[in-house]
């Protein structure tokens, strides 16, 4: 199996790869903007292998956030170099723009610039705000598999070459008939010579051009099951999350700042903290307090201590105010964009159109099992900072401005994140670790928040409202005139980095506008609801709420047209990697057959992230309420790479959508989170969870990241099989405000 | 103060009132007993006290007495993993892992009572324990095979 590494910062700075005897392979020269950090500056190339006296390292450009990347990148890397997994640790690369994420640019989308159909329009859509990151560093957006498809064949492929170079160069021979296994080069007539002992060689001469990847019928690892490289050290305590790092001397921290979220604090009174045994200094941070103390107990303690005068937020104060303003935005003074207009919606919607419906989602905290925190250690002149972050170049950014150092003063060293679900594209845990370290000069801080801190100060899953219109003819849709209102989420994310973004959000219609259904005159509206309450990033973003606007009134007219949900969906859809996946959950879920007495299904469809994804939702009647008794997915990803991860992916995204089409539900009063903990934000739990089937189709077009599209049909698909149980049409999230669960 | 974790008795300097989770952590570098909400909310700190699973967030160092304590730590090694590991490997359960440690302590109590659980008894016991990775359905297999694991040695 293989291991996890952790790399010393003088590895990556050498100047010379044999002195400290480490040399990095890399490739991708053809788009070498950024310097190579393994290497020092002005390096060309992108840096994805170490090979030093321990073996083969994969630099990892992503970070593990639970999604198993570790595993699938070591794998890409392996099959090219004929490694086996074992063969291959793997460890967190430094922050740098050289691991700049492509797959989430515009320029990545594989479509010319005339293909104006949905999928094309649709995947450059999703890329065009993150398209401003250029440089960034981000894991996020199911973007890790198809940035690193490419990138690490080609590493391990160009790697791979190199050393045969070097071999037969040694050899005096030509290097036909050379081949490669299990970490050695072996000559024509059997010599080998290990990676090991070229590699240094190898990287003293230039690089060849990337040679042919292996055909998939070569493949050895790939299209395979793999242990996940971090399993072992999971389930024997080992793994280090970044609140259980332990460095010398280290002080615990905590954080308490204004429950309305952005606004400042006016003043404390730390003095009762400060006489609390334990406890070493209070230091402001933007809108609050850190605490330091000699244990997280000792801190968390001391941060109840302190009293503190808040200033009020800019926002409206309670939920029922949100919703009045959302409500507000549906006029022409606050449209976003229109991004689908089919036909003539207007010729066939006169008022009083034959359907009228209106939907209504709140917000959403991210709730990670780990609670936010970050390490920061200022000390001779240069700063570290451990970090479980999606954004490992943008704490560059934020250490600078803090500390006044250069960034090349600055070293990230990217932990394990225990969840990442989006909210570890935030940086505020990091400034405030960042700005406590600074007070404390020469001590390390570890800062970790109280569970109620993490719960009441996210960026959440904004609050959203839709409204439909839509007439049937023929027992198709005639035409559908969807209206979404939201905040919009880049904007809002990218603002608090210090960005501003002009132009359209696309996350206000992702999900909605975008989909393969032909109905004629077809319509989809996003409305801008002012900033207000911080929103980010949320497992499947905008799809996430607008799967359930868009699959609900799909459902709704399917049973006002009489038709099965299913066979009502298929006759409008022709793409057929959709149909594919609505055909196979059907197959999963036995659709048409029949059910026991007080059982019922529903089901779902949304395109996110280039995957089409259908999900069945079996539900039962049971005395104690509604139980969740069967669930079936099917997906298509374009290339399978990993079966078994795919699956875990699609039945943990289900999970989260399911968590929050239950009972997930973020309510504001006095202009503060009113939830505090896991016992009034309740998750699903395990004996609520039911068995998850899931089918992995490869129709697609290309390869497609499958960390979120499992979300959006979820919630819908509940939804819909409770409307199948009992009649009920519930437009309003979360259900158990309508329905009771068991 | 003196507990004993993991078969060895160890000294502890602490405030009495210090939850255990708190001790194991940042006393005795035990880290892989998770901190997930403090209250007994989400099982993330769950450990054996004799043997019983506990939440650690919720039990007083003064209060840990002469009971037994273990931690994920003292189940089982890579090199001798105890059968639940194994099973959690063999079916690959855990993704971001946080929790597992909770999970994996819980499961390890139930199955020392009910050496053969329904899928009923297994969601009495593991009720507690939260996942936002969604990684139940793995949980309820692995907890399985472990139990027809342990009835075959």
């Known amino acids: 199996m293989s291991r996890i590494r952790t790399i010393a910062r003088r590895s990556f700075l050498i100047g010379s790869a044999a002195i400290l005897g480490g040399v990095a392979f890399g490739t991708y020269a053809y788009r070498k903007p950024y310097p190579n950090p393994l290497q020092g500056k002005g390096a060309a190339l992108t840096p994805y292998v170490l090979i030093d006296a321990d ?58 610039p005339t293909d104006d159909s949905w999928l094309a329009e649709g995947s450059r859509a999703l890329m065009r705000v993150p398209a401003k990151f250029l440089g960034m560093q981000v894991t996020g957006g199911s973007s890790s598999i198809p940035d690193a498809y490419d990138k690490m064949r080609a590493a391990g492929a160009v790697a791979r070459a190199a050393l045969v170079a070097a071999a037969a160069r040694r050899l005096g021979v030509e290097a036909a008939g050379f081949t490669t296994e299990g970490g050695a080069v072996f000559a024509a007539d059997g010599t080998r ?122 926002y409206p104060a309670d939920t029922a105010a949100m919703v009045a303003a959302t409500a507000a935005v549906f006029d022409p003074a606050h449209k ?116 109620e801190e993490d719960m009441t100060h996210d960026a959440y899953r904004p609050m959203a409202q839709a409204r439909a219109r839509a007439t049937l003819a023929d027992g198709k849709v005639a035409a559908l005139d969807l209206h979404i209102a939201a905040p919009a989420v880049i904007a809002s994310q990218a603002g608090r980095l210090g960005y501003r973004l ?18 004629p005159n077809y319509r989809v509206t996003g409305y801008r609801v002012p900033a207000g309450v911080p929103v980010g990033w ?58 026991p007495a007080g059982h019922a299904r529903g089901v779902a469809f949304c395109l996110s992230f280039g995957v089409p994804c259908a999900e069945v939702i079996e539900v039962a009647q049971t005395a104690a309420g509604i139980a969740l008794v069967a669930a079936h997915a099917a997906v298509d990803v374009g290339v399978a790479l990993d079966p078994r991860n795919i699956e875990a992916q699609v039945q943990g995204a289900m999970v989260f959508g399911l968590s929050a089409a239950v009972s997930g539900e973020i309510t504001f009063a006095n202009g503060a989170a009113e939830q505090q ?63 009771t669960f068991a | 103060m003196w507990i004993k974790v993991n078969g060895t008795g160890v000294d502890v300097t602490a405030d009495p009132e210090t939850p255990l989770l708190w001790v194991l952590r940042d006393a005795l570098n035990l880290t892989g007993t998770r901190y997930g909400c403090g209250v007994g909310a989400c099982g993330a700190c769950t450990v054996l006290l004799d043997g019983v699973a506990v939440r650690s967030c919720q039990i007083a160092l003064r209060d840990v007495g002469a009971g037994a304590v273990t931690t994920i730590e003292g189940l089982g090694t890579p090199e001798a993993l105890h059968p639940l590991q194994a099973a959690w490997i063999e079916h690959q359960v855990a993704q971001c892992g946080y929790c597992q440690s909770g999970q994996i302590m819980q499961a390890a109590s139930l199955l020392a009572q009910t050496p053969a659980p329904s899928d009923l008894e ?28 342990l009835h075959k040695a």
């Not at chain 1, 050289?98 to 320029?107: D, H, M, R, T």
């Not at chain 1, 793409?575 to 057959?593: D, I, K, N, T, Y």
């Open chain 1, 55 to 112: 073996g083969v390292t994969l630099i990892a450009p992503r970070a593990e956030m639970g999604q198993g990347v570790m595993t699938t990148l070591a794998a890409l890397l392996a099959e090219e170099m004929d490694l086996t997994l074992d063969q291959v640790q793997v460890a967190h690369g430094p922050a740098a723009s050289a691991y700049f994420n492509g797959a989430v640019l515009e320029e990545g989308v594989p479509f010319v």
């Open chain 2, 122 to 149: 297994i969601d009495e016991a593991m009720v507690g324990n939260l996942c936002r990775c969604g990684t139940y359905p793995r949980i309820r297999a692995a907890i399985h095979a472990a139990a027809a694991q």
């Open chain 1, 502 to 519: 002009p132009g359209a959000d696309a996350t206000i219609v992702q999900g909605a506008w975008e989909q393969p259904y032909g109905f």
């Open chain 1, 538 to 595: 949320w497992r499947s973003v905008g799809a996430s709420q607008n799967a359930f606007f868009h699959e609900s009134v799909v459902d709704e007219l399917a049973q006002l047209a009489g038709a099965d949900p299913l066979a009502f969906r298929l006759s409008q859809i022709s793409h057929a990697p959709s149909r594919a996946v609505l055909e196979a959950v059907a197959e999963s879920a036995g659709w048409s057959g029949a059910l």
């Open chain 1, 336 to 451: 976003d964009s229109r991004k689908r207009d089919d036909g003539d919606v207007d010729a066939l919607l006169a008022p009083g159109a034959a359907f009228e419906a209106s939907y209504a989602v709140p917000y959403l905290a991210h709730a990670t099992m780990e609670p936010m925190g970050a390490a920061a250690w200022l000390k001779d002149g240069r700063l570290q900072v451990w970090a479980g972050s999606q954004l490992p170049s943008q704490i560059l950014v934020e250490g600078a401005a803090i500390t006044g150092l250069p960034q090349a003063a600055i070293e990230v060293h990217t932990t394990m994140m225990g969840g990442g679900f989006g909210r570890r594209a935030e940086v505020d845990v990091i400034r405030q670790a960042i700005t406590a370290a600074k007070a404390v000069a020469g001590t390390p801080v570890l800062l970790t928040w109280r569970r």
């Open chain 1, 677 to 739: 903990n896991f016992w009034d934000y309740q998750p699903l739990r395990l004996n609520q969870c039911p068995p998850i089937t899931v089918r992995v189709l490869e129709n697609g077009d290309r390869i497609r990241g499958i960390g979120e599209p499992g979300t959006p049909p979820a919630a819908p698909a509940l939804a819909n099989a409770i409307f199948a149980l009992n009649g009920l049409r519930i437009r309003q999230l979360p259900l158990n405000r309508a329905v």
């Open chain 1, 193 to 314: 010579l290990a990676y090991t002992d070229l590699a240094v060689e190898a990287a003293a001469s230039d690089l060849p051009a990337v040679p042919p990847l292996k055909p998939r019928v070569a493949w050895k690892l790939l299209g395979r099951s793999l242990p996940r490289v971090d399993m072992v050290a999971k389930v024997t305590g080992a793994a280090q999350f970044t609140i259980d790092l332990r460095l010398p001397g280290m002080l615990f921290a905590t954080a308490r700042c204004n429950p309305a979220l952005g606004a400042a604090m006016i003043s404390h009174d730390a003095s009762a903290a400060l006489a609390l045994p334990g406890v070493v200094k209070v230091v402001e941070v933007e809108g609050g307090v850190v605490v330091l103390a000699d244990s997280t107990y000792s801190a968390f303690r001391a941060a109840d201590a302190v009293t503190f005068d808040w200033a009020p937020a800019s």
